[in-house]
């Protein structure tokens, strides 16, 4: 059903924008459809509501009426807002608007609806995994935890066994001794079976998992089922698989080069952008915000290198470096929060970027006393340091906040998920993620 629902979001724009085109070219205009400049901007709005659909998290899966109405209405305005302002631009009617608006109009109603029938599938369990654990009472807290977060793919934990219940209990069922988790995975109707570090090297534990294995029940080491479930490494694996992957930026010239001229693309658009903004930033700051107007730090860049970065400042410039910044630290002002909320003190990193001290995408950089500290306390923690930082990141659209050395090991796993995944792609999403997150004014 899931699989379904994502085609329908992909194939509406396609089938709607063209019906509503041909019918305005046969029974009002009267002209010849295909073939002609109009249509290929009809080609173009639909690639435009395609990517609206997919940055207002059409594709995932909804938790509340709220935000299925909400990413509705981003997907099916987005691409009109995006053509009506080319519109303008060029003084040119380049599509009809019985098109555009009626097109905005058909495609909200539609994935309403599909925001609404993938949030009642979530909350009922209808196309979820059904995942039983045998995991010791460290990994099963870990994991209860991650599954009150957002997951990648929609599943529901059914329950956890100690893989020493497992290894010496005699099963419920008749005529099985010793198959707890076997008779265990038939009663809760597990369709995934996770097996932590303790119970993989256990004989009796795997043989039991091998037998659910044959009744179509997939079996995932724990780390693989964070990896495909929850986009992140747990941390008990951290430390094994910190160099057991290739990292696409460091093993993948052609990546890197790639990853090198979008970042060029970006930070020219950004120096734009930043040429226009900080003037009235400027002028804001003698009301609400003064002092200067530029803000830099320390952090420490690819390689273990440390550079200063360049953002708007936020706070007053005693207090910018006293201590980790909260989510909702007292020390930034009116002014500063909601540059925070929509992201703009982050423009003047274009200055980074250019220079080739920041990243488009990538682990983001910290100060070089925070990673002295987690060094300590994290010994692989340094892996992240391999590649070059970024503005954004996996762990930034995954993990809300981060303001102490727990939430930095937190975020790691994302990171590590990252370096472990690098490429075009996850690229691709996570930019995605981070332009939906300014969108709704996820400051951080």
């Known amino acids: 059903m899931r699989r379904l629902r994502r085609l329908g979001v992909a194939l509406a724009p396609i089938v709607v924008v063209l019906v509503l085109g041909e019918l305005h070219a046969h029974l009002i205009g009267h002209y010849q459809f295909t073939g002609t400049q109009r249509f290929l901007w009809t080609a173009a709005y639909i ?22 109405t909400w990413s509705a209405l981003g997907a099916a305005l987005g691409g ?51 995942v039983l654990g045998v995991l010791t009472p460290d990994e099963a807290m870990a994991l209860e935890a991650d599954f009150t977060r957002v997951l990648e793919r929609p599943a529901r934990l059914v329950g956890i066994l100690d893989p020493v219940e497992v290894a010496t ?19 809760t109707r597990a369709t995934v079976v996770v097996l932590g570090r303790e119970a993989l090297v256990d004989e009796s534990i795997v043989a039991q998992a091998a037998l659910l294995h044959g009744r179509g029940v997939r079996v995932r080491t724990l780390g693989l089922f964070y990896d495909g479930w929850f986009g992140k490494l747990p941390i008990a694996d951290l430390e094994r698989l910190s160099l057991m992957f290739d990292i696409q930026e460091l093993h993948a010239p052609g990546y890197a080069r790639l990853k090198r001229i979008v970042d060029l693309g970006a930070a020219a658009v950004g120096l734009v952008a930043l040429v226009v903004v900080a003037p009235l930033v400027w002028l804001l700051d003698q009301v609400g915000n003064r002092g200067p107007l530029f803000f830099r730090q320390t952090r420490v860049g690819k390689g273990g290198e440390p550079f200063s970065i360049v953002k708007f400042r936020t706070m007053p410039p005693t207090t910018e ?33 250019l220079r080739g001290e920041l990243s488009l995408v990538g682990p983001r950089p910290e100060q070089p006393r925070y990673v002295d500290e987690l060094r300590e306390k994290i010994p692989f923690y340094d892996v992240r340091h391999l590649v070059l930082p970024g503005v954004t990141g996996w762990a930034q659209v995954k993990f809300p906040y981060g303001a102490s050395v727990e939430d930095a090991l937190e975020k790691l796993q994302y990171e590590f998920f990252y370096l472990r995944h690098q490429g075009p792609m996850l690229d691709v999403r996570i930019l995605a993620r981070t332009v939906r997150t300014v969108l709704r004014a996820g400051g951080r």
């Open 47 to 68: 690639v435009l509501l395609e990517l609206s659909a997919y940055v207002a998290g059409m594709f995932d899966d909804q938790r509340s009426a709220l935000s299925a």
């Open 80 to 130: 009109g807002v995006v053509i009506s302002v080319f519109q303008l631009l060029l003084g040119s009617l380049l599509l009809p608007r019985a098109v555009v608006f009626g097109a905005a109009l058909l495609l909200f109603g539609i994935y309403l609806a599909v925001g609404l029938s993938a949030r009642r599938d979530l909350r009922s369990g209808v196309g979820s995994d059904r």
């Open 169 to 187: 209990a005699s099963g419920t069922g008749p005529g099985s001794p010793g198959l707890l988790l076997v008779d265990t995975g038939a009663r």
């Open 321 to 353: 470096e006293s201590e980790w910044t909260r989510e909702s630290d007292p020390r930034i002002g009116v002014l500063g929060r909601w540059m925070r909320r929509f992201h703009i003190d982050e423009l003047p990193q274009s200055v980074n970027i």
